[in-house]
Nanobody
Framework: QVQLVESGGGLVQAGGSLRLSCEVSGIIGIINNMGWYRQAPGKQRDLVATLSSGDRTNYADSVKGRFTISRDNAKNTVFYLQMNSLKHEDTAVYYC????????WGQGTQVTVSS
């Protein structure tokens, strides 16, 4: 059974940093496509960043230059979202996902940025 567990969320002041982690279990092969999404109250779930084979990255315009998606090279099953210069508008529930025959989602972790 595939499971994704996010961690690292919390409350931070504007301008601060957080690092989210996503640990994947139940997948034996190499994960080539992973991503972070977020959903603010009353809004749809939006893409934040993706990482695909060849270390290709894609970021939402609103987070470019501030957020970085990466994987743990020693562990194929752990990846991160480093978030710097956080803004109040980054407040949301953050979800990680992987594509491995189908799309799998984590349960989400709350990030709250106080202004």
């Amino acid at each position: 059974q595939v499971q994704l567990v996010e961690s690292g969320g919390g409350l931070v002041q504007a301008g601060g940093s957080l690092r989210l982690s996503c640990e994947v279990s139940g997948i034996i092969g190499i994960i080539n496509n992973m991503g972070w999404y977020r959903q603010a109250p009353g809004k749809q779930r939006d893409l934040v960043a993706t990482l695909s084979s060849g270390d290709r990255t894609n970021y939402a315009d609103s987070v470019k230059g501030r957020f970085t998606i990466s994987r743990d090279n020693a562990k194929n099953t752990v990846f991160y979202l480093q978030m710097n210069s956080l803004k109040h508008e980054d407040t949301a529930v953050y979800y990680c996902n992987v594509v491995y025959n189908r799309v799998y989602w984590g349960q989400g972790t709350q990030v709250t940025v106080s202004s």
